[in-house]
T-cell receptor
């Protein structure tokens, strides 16, 4: 499968715990994006990378969220001290810098209890 | 930053009819406008996109139109089929940067 993959697909955690998600983009794509999606809403932009550089981060993103893409390939998204409001689907997407659309992974569904 | 509004939030059509979904955007610098289809429990799938140097683009039964002056763009689906039923999202951004998505339109095609 040469599409975007994410791991894990589901994560249940208790409030206050840290969680980390992984995204593997399409191999030739140099851009990688993280989004959050809640029920009935469109994907909400969190951050994106071009190669290993994090080029933009949403102003709405809490300091508890951090993302890395150390070698310009896979990326991780960490949420520290999770809160119930963090419960959502976390989507990763990748693209060529320009042109080309973003191709989404299957998402990681986070439930914070 | 960019703000995208999408209408309607729900749309129900009879099989074979056309469906139109409209979006407006706020940032005149935006030059890339993709549309995504998301079926229940699945990832968003890119179905068509348009760049600001083009006014219309077609791909079989789907088409997108863009009015840069008015800052709105629309998705048109002709000869709808039950398998077109899904949530459709528009998005806008500059060169695939910092894409902002609309809230989605739930399309139901009744057989």
């Amino acid at each position: 499968d040469t599409g975007v993959s994410q791991d894990p697909r589901h994560k249940i955690t208790k409030r206050g715990q840290n969680v980390t998600f992984r995204c593997d983009p399409i191999s030739e794509h140099n851009r990688l994006y993280w989004y959050r999606q809640t029920l009935g809403q469109g994907p909400e932009f969190l951050t994106y990378f071009q190669n290993e550089a994090q080029l933009e981060k949403s102003r709405l993103l809490s300091d508890r969220f951090s993302a890395e893409r150390p070698k310009g390939s896979f990326s991780t998204l960490e949420i520290q001290r999770t809160e119930q409001g963090d419960s959502a689907m976390y989507l990763c997407a990748s693209s060529l810098a320009d042109p080309g659309g973003q191709y989404f992974g299957p998402g990681t569904r986070l439930t914070v209890t | 930053g960019e703000n995208v509004e999408q209408h309607p939030s729900t749309l129900s059509v009879q099989e074979g009819d056309s469906a139109v979904i409209k979006c407006t955007y706020s940032d005149s610098a935006s030059n890339y406008f993709p549309w995504y289809k998301q079926e229940l429990g699945k990832r968003p799938q890119l179905i068509i996109d348009i760049r600001s140097n083009v006014g219309e683009k077609k791909d079989q039964r789907i088409a997108v139109t863009l009015n840069k002056t008015a800052k709105h763009f629309s998705l048109h689906i002709t000869e709808t089929q039950p398998e077109d039923s899904a949530v459709y999202f528009c998005a806008a951004g500059y060169n695939n940067n910092d894409m902002r998505f609309g809230a989605g339109t739930r399309l139901t095609v009744k057989p």
